[in-house]
């Protein structure tokens, strides 16, 4: 039998990375998959091209974000039929909540954190003000969740891995504060499938979104997805509806009627290449225990960090010193984090950076080995120690950091 070291070496032949690049951003982008090119040339060359219009019929393409989502199920620990792949997280979010939030109609609180990702926040505020019912979101610092957890919530609203310093949320404790109280509970799993073992049935979560761009290597702007726990899917109604989530979607009936199961999460017609992308790219994690991709990724995160702090002691860690309380990015802090990031992504070094001055570096054990650690802190330590940052050219704000 393979040991992990063997396994990684398999799995890192499956992905096309650029010889000469230490890739350290797989947690804002994953890298093309083999399996995913040949497959959307195969999609465009063999199906699109030949059976236009047919092969919504002929090559399995109504039933994409199903079978999808059960592949996708199977990384986060929730049974088959409870998993969708549709739309995008933000709008996936807005169904959720605004069908959870219509389970506790006596209640008016959204609780999430202030270091939830943005776009969350933002949603949880547009539906809030869409419905003009008096609910509020209440955001309180990260440490301070659980206490805030009370009778007056209705939903609980939390990403597991925070984006900027990879800090972990407890998935089963929190989710246990929250039916103590008898709120629902939102996980955003965007940097943790794929990433660390998720358990969302055996943690009973209520509802989860996540994105298919990450960690699971479906491309730019690939699917989302949706879970719904079993015994709520029945009870699920989001404001937001589409004829793909219909029961008949082909019968073009004036009213809406819910589709039996996880199908009612579904609102507008698929983009058939990207969600054929995201299916080719899952076949990656085909024999994977999500145990070993996790050990592997702590002992890669924890040799990054020694080395960097070791080299360049004027980096400053963010990320939780203990690795069960982080996910599988490593950030740090310096005041002139992003023309560093610029120099580094220069020398083949990439990772990314986020406001106001963190350098985020994500580890990825299915094609990222020690080699690339210390290949990468070697290039760190010489653009700090010579300066190599401090240029107008590194410094030039870009569109995407």
Not at 309 to 315: K, S
Not at 365 to 386: G, H, Q, T
Request: charged letters at 20%; a negative charge; proline letters at 6%.
């Amino acid at each position: 039998m393979p040991n992990t070291a063997e396994i990684f070496a398999e799995t890192r032949r499956q992905f096309i990375l650029p010889g000469a690049v230490v890739y350290l951003d797989g947690n804002s982008l994953g890298p093309l998959t083999v399996a995913a090119r040949r497959r959307l040339i195969d999609e465009v060359d063999e199906h699109w091209a030949p059976k236009l219009i047919r092969g919504w019929n002929e090559s399995g393409w109504m039933d994409l974000p199903s079978a999808v989502g059960d592949k996708i199920a199977a990384l986060v620990g929730a049974p088959s039929g409870t998993v969708v792949a549709a739309d995008s997280t933000s709008v996936n979010l807005f169904k959720v909540l605004s069908a959870a939030l219509a389970l506790r109609p006596d209640r008016k609180v959204v609780l999430s954190d202030s270091g939830n990702f943005p776009t969350d926040l933002y949603v949880a505020q547009g539906l809030i003000r869409s419905l003009g019912a008096g609910h509020e979101l209440r955001a309180v610092d990260p440490e301070d969740v659980a206490s805030a957890i009370d009778e007056s919530v209705a939903v609980v609203m939390l990403t597991e891995v925070d984006y900027r310093t990879g800090r972990l949320h407890s998935m089963a404790e929190l989710t246990a504060l929250a039916h103590d109280a008898g709120a629902l509970i939102i996980w955003d799993l965007c940097h943790s499938a794929g990433a660390l073992p998720v358990q969302l049935q055996d943690s009973r979560a209520d509802f989860a979104v996540g994105c298919g761009y990450k960690y699971l290597n479906g491309g730019p702007g690939a699917p989302a997805y949706t879970y719904v726990r079993p015994d709520l899917i029945a009870s699920c109604s989001p404001a937001l509806t589409g004829w793909m989530g219909h029961a008949e979607p082909f019968a073009f009936g004036p009213g809406h009627v819910p589709a039996e199961g996880i199908g009612r999460l579904r609102c507008g017609t698929p983009p058939i290449l990207a969600m054929a992308c995201l299916d080719a790219a899952l076949s990656v994690w085909e024999g994977i225990d999500l145990q070993d991709v996790r050990e592997a990724s702590i002992k890669l995160s924890a040799l990054f960090i020694e080395e960097v702090e070791q080299r360049c002691p004027e980096l400053m860690l963010a990320s939780p010193r203990d690795p069960d309380r982080r996910g599988s990015h490593v950030s740090f802090r310096f005041p002139h984090g992003y023309a560093v990031m610029q120099a580094l992504i220069a020398r083949g070094v990439i990772g990314d950076f986020r406001a106001p001055d963190m350098m985020r570096f994500g580890f990825t054990p299915l094609y990222i080995d020690e080699s690339d650690v210390l290949r990468a802190v070697e290039v760190l330590e010489k653009v700090v120690r010579e300066r190599l940052w401090d240029c107008a050219e590194f410094k030039a704000r870009r569109t995407v950091t």
